[in-house]
């Protein structure tokens, strides 16, 4: 059986190495806070004390973290998985994080004989726990098909796009299309309410329609409720949209839709809602 080593607990990563350890994989979890490891601990999962223990005890090793910044700390820092790492062990970087970093990881990785793959997730916290997040995958085809057995334990939509940073790449598609999406869904609830209308039944009417998205059905009842818990913070769609539009202008491209959503988010977050989730775009209006 080969060893995997899981780096960041948070919201989404915290749920997607339960699915391995409970489906009897033989895990090793680290993060920088071990009280947020002791539930998988108690599950199953055995526990690093640095960065450095998963390297010597993994074949496989996933990250899922936070920011670029943390990304190129762990992959290439001093104590740092590729400069510390061996010839045929095999990186995964679920982060949402810049397709030049994956592509950079890529090289790294590649000089030193580790193969490295970003893989990008879409699906929240719901799709976390339940195991069927959408995973796009980038890097060598190969590497892939043999990683397939493990991805098919966190999500229900696997898909290959391409060598290096394809992976990142479809994530910023991803994040575009829900940037807009949300602000239509906020928008429409804003207007229901000002119109008078049961915003339960104006759902139950336009969830199953050509309106219908992941939001409506998942975030637009959250809103309702006052619920802005994290499924997806605030912070990290802000450094999303943040790397899509940068990504945009080097390939000459101008995106109205996501600069204002970008801006949106940016006013909220300067309101201390950073840690908010993102369906906390409704309280963009105030109390409507």
């Given at each position: 059986m080969k060893r995997i080593g899981f780096i960041g607990l948070g919201v989404m990563g915290k749920s997607m190495a339960r699915h391995l350890v409970l489906n009897g994989l033989n895990v090793t979890i680290y993060t920088r806070t071990k009280e947020k490891a002791?539930?998988?601990?108690?599950?199953?999962?055995?526990?690093a004390n640095s960065l450095k223990e998963v390297i010597e005890v993994s074949d496989i090793i996933i990250t899922m973290l936070g920011y670029p910044s943390d990304v190129m700390k762990v992959y290439l820092g001093d104590e740092g998985l590729i400069p510390n790492g061996h010839s045929g062990q095999i990186l995964i970087d679920m982060t949402?994080?810049?397709?030049?970093?994956?592509?950079?990881?890529y090289n790294e990785g590649e000089k030193k004989g580790i193969s490295v793959v970003d893989a990008p997730v879409s699906g929240g916290d719901i799709g976390a726990r339940n195991g069927t997040l959408s995973i796009m995958?980038?890097?060598?085809?190969?590497?892939?098909?043999?990683?397939?057995?493990?991805?098919?334990f966190m999500g229900t939509n696997i898909?290959?796009?391409?060598?290096?940073?394809?992976?990142?790449?479809?994530?910023?598609?991803?994040?575009?299309a829900i940037a807009?999406?949300?602000?239509?869904?906020?928008?429409?609830?804003?207007?229901?309410?000002?119109?008078?209308?049961?915003?339960?039944?104006?759902?139950?009417?336009?969830?199953?329609?050509?309106?219908?998205?992941?939001?409506?059905?998942?975030?637009?009842?959250r809103m309702l409720k006052g619920d802005y818990e994290p499924g997806f913070y605030i912070k990290h769609f802000i450094k999303d949209l943040r790397i899509a539009l940068h990504e945009a202008k080097v390939m000459g491209?101008?995106?109205?839709?996501?600069t204002l959503a970008e801006k949106m988010y940016e006013e909220l977050s300067?309101?201390?809602?950073?840690?908010?989730?993102t369906q906390a775009l409704y309280t963009y209006w105030g109390n409507e």
């Amino acid at each position: 059986m080969k060893r995997i080593g899981f780096i960041g607990l948070g919201v989404m990563g915290k749920s997607m190495a339960r699915h391995l350890v409970l489906n009897g994989l033989n895990v090793t979890i680290y993060t920088r806070t071990k009280e947020k490891a002791d539930d998988l601990i108690r599950e199953g999962a055995k526990w690093a004390n640095s960065l450095k223990e998963v390297i010597e005890v993994s074949d496989i090793i996933i990250t899922m973290l936070g920011y670029p910044s943390d990304v190129m700390k762990v992959y290439l820092g001093d104590e740092g998985l590729i400069p510390n790492g061996h010839s045929g062990q095999i990186l995964i970087d679920m982060t949402t994080s810049e397709p030049s970093l994956a592509k950079k990881l890529y090289n790294e990785g590649e000089k030193k004989g580790i193969s490295v793959v970003d893989a990008p997730v879409s699906g929240g916290d719901i799709g976390a726990r339940n195991g069927t997040l959408s995973i796009m995958v980038g890097g060598d085809a190969k590497t892939y098909d043999d990683l397939k057995p493990i991805f098919d334990f966190m999500g229900t939509n696997i898909v290959y796009q391409g060598q290096a940073g394809a992976g990142q790449h479809t994530k910023m598609c991803n994040q575009i299309a829900i940037a807009t999406n949300m602000i239509g869904v906020c928008e429409a609830l804003v207007y229901g309410k000002r119109a008078g209308l049961t915003i339960e039944d104006v759902l139950k009417s336009i969830s199953t329609g050509a309106a219908g998205s992941w939001s409506l059905d998942n975030l637009a009842p959250r809103m309702l409720k006052g619920d802005y818990e994290p499924g997806f913070y605030i912070k990290h769609f802000i450094k999303d949209l943040r790397i899509a539009l940068h990504e945009a202008k080097v390939m000459g491209l101008t995106l109205p839709g996501l600069t204002l959503a970008e801006k949106m988010y940016e006013e909220l977050s300067k309101r201390g809602e950073e840690n908010s989730g993102t369906q906390a775009l409704y309280t963009y209006w105030g109390n409507e």
